[in-house]
């Protein structure tokens, strides 16, 4: 098993309930696939560094997972078909990652 994060933006134009059905897509993917979810953070709507499908903002999300390697291609498709994603990445993260990682979450709950 190995530790990945995925980073996905979705279209701005989405409604809370289209936002809500897509990631639960996705995380529902991964799991029925083997995956553990790690961590799950919702970034809330940023402005884009540059303008994509004619849009100057998105929806953030972030995915922390452990899952064979298998997995990710198939993950990666199901974005790629997905018209609501507007761009996606996917890492392995190695040692220094995964602390990394830790980090920033015990940051977040700190801040809750």
Do not use: C
């Amino acid at each position: 098993m190995n530790n990945y994060e995925t980073v996905f933006i979705l279209n701005p134009v989405l409604s809370d309930v289209q936002i809500e059905e897509t990631v639960k897509k996705f995380e529902d993917f991964l799991i029925k696939n083997g995956a553990k979810m790690v961590s799950k953070e919702n970034w809330g709507l940023k402005k884009l560094a540059y303008a994509i499908q004619n849009k100057k903002s998105g929806f953030y999300h972030l995915f922390e997972f452990t899952a064979p390697g298998k997995v990710v291609n198939p993950y990666e498709q199901e974005f790629r078909r997905d018209e609501r994603v507007m761009r996606f990445l996917t890492v392995k993260l190695d040692k220094h990652a995964i602390e990394w990682a830790e980090k920033r979450r015990t940051r977040l709950k700190a801040k809750a």
